[in-house]
């Protein structure tokens, strides 16, 4: 069964330093998301990625924060210069064009420990 | 401002003994109400979509239903592979973001 692969599965950084974390979606969609969940709270939406361009973000996706898609497989998020806020579980999830944009495929998520 | 309220926090039930799970929302323009379920450790895995009031989803020992400002997640006859988080969430006209609840965590004991 196709399923979203995040990388790396846990990242320690120090509070300043620039994380990247990768997921590849399934191939045949064409949606991209970004969510977080920080220890015991809820999962809160970051910011969707459709046709090369964000078409949507929270409040929480500020400058610090960059998405994108370097190739045809890959989807990024970056964090210019992280804060100890910044630790959570993140979750890469992508959906298919045409199905209902609630109807999402998570992958297992980055744990980003900032210290 | 969108809410979308879960309850009980945490339910803990005797395996058969079937319940029912509460979500509640304020959107007004509701696109879809979606429920998920989530095991320790890992992503949010898709169950429902629920699109207006009146109808219901089924899989397996778990079935959806939706009213104007809540949906419910009934759970019959549970077994201990059912010992999950569920999460609800909608999304509102025009979003593409799900605004969640913060779930309500199962544990069936056998």
């Known amino acids: 069964e196709p399923e979203v692969t995040q990388t790396p599965s846990h990242q320690v950084t120090q509070m300043g330093q620039e994380v990247i974390l990768r997921c590849v979606p399934i191939?045949?969609?064409?949606?991209f998301y970004w969510y977080r969940q920080i220890l015991g709270q809820k999962v809160e939406f970051l910011v969707s990625?459709?046709?090369?361009?964000?078409?949507?973000k929270s409040e929480i996706f500020d400058d610090q924060f960059s998405v994108e898609r370097p190739d045809g497989s890959n989807f990024t998020l970056k964090i210019r210069s992280t804060k100890l806020e910044d630790s959570a579980m993140y979750f890469c999830?992508?959906?298919?064009?045409?199905?209902?944009?609630?109807?999402?495929?998570f992958g297992e998520g980055s744990r980003l420990t900032v210290l | 401002e969108d809410q979308v309220t879960q309850s009980p926090e945490a339910l803990r039930l005797q395996e058969g003994e079937s319940s029912s799970l509460n979500c509640s929302y304020t959107?007004?323009?509701?696109?879809?109400l979606f429920w998920y379920r989530q095991d320790p450790g890992k992503g949010p895995e898709f169950l429902f979509t629920?699109?207006?009031a009146g109808e219901e989803k089924e899989k397996e020992r778990l079935k959806a239903t939706l009213t104007k400002k809540e949906s419910f997640l009934h759970i019959t006859a549970p077994k201990p592979e059912d010992s999950a988080t569920y999460l609800c969430?909608?999304?509102?006209?025009?979003?593409?973001?799900?605004?969640f609840g913060s779930g309500t965590r199962l544990q069936v004991q056998p």
């Open positions: 999830a992508s959906s298919e064009w045409g199905k209902s944009t609630g109807e999402l495929f």
């Open positions: 191939s045949n969609h064409l949606y």
């Open positions: 990625f459709y046709n090369n361009e964000i078409s949507e």
């Open positions: 959107v007004s323009g509701l696109r879809g």
């Open positions: 629920l699109y207006s």
């Open positions: 969430a909608d999304l509102d006209t025009g979003r593409r973001a799900l605004t």
